[in-house]
């Protein structure tokens, strides 16, 4: 295993053991993620790198071991305590039928409300905010069901910003954009992550996407890390074909200077040339 030492971080699993059921995804699994970074989880199908997230956000509960956040055991942490603390935007997220955005935006203040605390001018300026982060307040008034697929999904960020956590926990953001709306989405995170000192951790199934956008990489593989680190120092195409099981060559992005992975040509297209 080739691994790049970890800074110190608010969010680390300690030797956890997640399964379902009776199938055990990860054994022994010791992970930390930087604070201030943004990290994105990569590898194949079933890796467990979702499997993880879940853990993170305390989904899942493992079965052995411990998920700790500011040193503390998740699973001990008061609900509204956890939400004010960690913000998650899951894979597939539903709206209720005729929510506007605005409505739906102001949902991420939940956590910090109570029966003494109802809603605010402090609540009112965080969600505005958070809207105008995301780029979409100007569809405040609009319904979320009436909206496209990258403009749901920031609306969907815009809520977990709303929430104001410095760590915002992202299961695979990209998941049924097209490309363009990828990048948007992918561009957004990192702003955030450069502008507002967010901690961010994303599963992506692009390694390429990844590398070009994450601060920290974790490469999975059957349960296990693999490797991690700044992408620019462990994406060799040794790893991609360990992680992957594809030989390839790594050039420069030319557009950013990060790795690239390009897959080598089959034999049969080789040999036309």
């Known amino acids: 295993m080739t691994t790049a030492p970890t800074a110190p971080g608010r969010l680390a699993a300690d030797h956890v053991t997640l399964r379902y059921g009776d199938r055990a995804i990860a054994t ?7 604070d201030n970074s943004f990290t994105v989880i990569v590898g194949p199908n079933a890796c467990g790198k979702s499997t993880l997230l879940r853990a993170f956000a305390r989904l899942l509960k493992p079965a052995a071991g411990r ?3 500011d040193g503390e055991q998740i699973s001990g942490l008061p609900s509204k305590e956890l939400a004010r603390r960690l913000g998650l935007l899951p894979q597939s997220s539903t709206a209720p039928d005729g929510i506007t ?14 029966l003494l605390r109802q809603w605010s001018r402090e609540d ?22 009436e909206l496209s697929g990258g403009q749901r999904q920031r609306v969907w960020l ?12 992202l299961d695979e953001p990209t998941t049924f954009l097209d490309i363009a709306h990828q990048v948007e989405v992918l561009d957004l995170c990192a702003r955030l992550h450069e502008e507002q000192d967010r901690t961010l951790v994303a599963v992506l199934h692009d390694l390429n996407q990844a590398a070009r956008y994450a601060t920290h990489l974790i490469a999975m593989r ?3 890390v693999v490797a991690e680190g700044p992408p620019g120092e462990i994406v060799t195409a040794d790893l991609v074909e360990r992680v992957f099981d594809l030989p390839c060559q790594i050039i420069d ?11 080598a ?9």
């Open 124 to 145: 009112e300026r965080v969600v505005a905010e958070s809207m105008a982060a995301t780029g979409v307040d100007t569809l405040a008034d609009r319904y979320v069901d």
């Open 67 to 69: 998920v700790l956040l």
């Open 28 to 34: 022994e699994l010791s992970v930390t993620i930087p």
């Open 253 to 263: 992005d030319p557009q950013t200077g990060t790795p690239l992975v390009v897959p």
């Open 222 to 224: 059957d349960g296990a």
């Open 101 to 114: 955005v605005a409505d739906l935006v102001a949902r991420g203040r939940y956590p910090h409300q109570g």
């Open 158 to 169: 815009a809520m977990a910003l709303a929430q104001q956590t410095s760590l915002l926990l």
């Open 265 to 273: 040509a089959p034999a049969r297209t080789a040999a036309r040339r």
